[in-house]
């Protein structure tokens, strides 16, 4: 199977924002984009980005799972970084249309359609370090994938970072690729060092998410994870799981958890750790390492409520179980 986001649907849906007005979408091939060197958003990062899917259902139906979510994150992504708005309807339209376009593409699960909404500043301007673009270009990109953890959803090892942060502090809520960038070298080192998956940022103590994941601590009926502030991205999947865990009478809550806390319950015979995301869905933690000590979370395999979550939301978006919250959209 293909590496998930690397093959793509040929053509996609785009529109442009100039002279203060935006221009009326439309489906263009997906090969290549033509972009002025000076492009604002190739100096100046202004860049931002969103992660969904559509899923097939039983019936042959496709589904948009809490596009909503997804379009208003984008708009306050937009926002924050100083791009120019755009109306809900109007990337909602364009995401229906392209989705309909390739609707026969779709995989049937536990494969999906990942959207790739992506907002960019094209003005041709290098002397905007500290001005906004005045033009831009939102297109939606398409993607099918498969299981993101075909053979089997493997305990991850997360090393802890408590000095580097992911990214700056009020950046974290906004999905925007420089993030991404800049949490690319701790990333890279936990890899060589400690053969970690993945990093769990945690700067100054506070445990707050990895690289592209919410973190989930679940101990016994409760589950623990970061209350939303500014400094880490606000998956619409820590959202879904954390109201089926309510569903299911567990206590959620949402407040800072520092590491000590984390290491000690984690040390608990039935604790269980995960990362929630559009890709990961919910996918076991088994190993937290600090510094070079590795802390074995539970049992250090994938712990039964882990996949219970993971199991009661796929069934929601495999049109297996009612979907009691709205969350899904025919196309
Ligand atoms: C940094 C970061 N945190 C969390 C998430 C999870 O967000 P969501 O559940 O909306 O996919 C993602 C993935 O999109 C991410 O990139």
């Given at each position: 199977m293909a590496a998930f986001g690397t093959v793509f649907m040929p053509e996609m849906a785009v529109a442009r924002f100039s002279d203060g007005a935006w221009s009326s979408a439309e489906i263009v091939s997906s090969n290549s984009i033509s972009l002025h060197p000076g492009a604002h958003v190739l100096h100046y990062a202004s860049t931002c980005f969103e992660g969904l899917k559509a899923f097939r259902h039983e019936d042959g139906s496709i589904h948009l799972f809490r596009m909503d979510r997804n379009v208003a994150r984008m708009q306050q992504s937009s926002q924050l970084l100083s791009l120019p708005a755009f109306e809900t309807p109007m990337l909602e339209q364009m995401i229906i249309d392209i989705v309909r376009r390739f609707a026969a593409e779709v995989p049937a699960p536990p494969g999906s359609m990942y959207i790739r909404p992506t907002h960019i500043g094209t003005e041709a301007a290098i002397g905007k370090a500290a001005a906004p673009t005045l033009s831009s270009m939102l297109y939606v990109l398409l993607s099918p994938v498969g299981d993101y953890f075909a053979g089997g959803a493997k305990p991850l090892r997360l090393l802890l970072e408590e000095n580097g942060a992911r990214c700056a502090a009020h950046m974290g809520m906004v999905k925007s690729g420089g993030n991404y960038a800049s949490a690319l070298q701790p990333i890279l080192k936990a890899r060589a060092s400690v053969q970690a998956d993945q990093v769990l940022f945690c700067p100054g103590g506070d445990v707050q998410e990895t690289g592209a994941a919410n973190f989930l601590l679940i101990d016994g009926n409760e589950i623990i994870t970061k209350a939303l502030d500014t400094s880490f991205l606000h998956g619409v999947?820590?959202?879904?799981?954390?109201?089926?865990?309510?569903?299911?009478?567990?206590?959620?809550?949402?407040?800072?958890?520092?590491?000590?806390?984390?290491?000690?319950?984690?040390?608990?015979?039935?604790?269980?750790?995960?990362?929630?995301?559009?890709?990961?869905?919910l996918t076991p933690v088994g190993t937290l390492i600090r510094g070079t000590q590795e802390h074995q979370v539970g049992s250090g395999e994938a712990g039964p409520v882990t996949m219970k979550l993971r199991q009661a939301l796929n069934a929601i978006q495999w049109g297996k179980a009612e979907d009691k919250h709205g969350w899904l959209r025919k196309v």
């Open positions: 999947t820590r959202d879904s799981i954390l109201t089926l865990a309510r569903d299911l009478g567990m206590t959620v809550s949402e407040r800072e958890l520092s590491v000590e806390e984390l290491l000690e319950r984690a040390a608990k015979p039935g604790a269980e750790a995960a990362l929630s995301g559009t890709a990961a869905v």
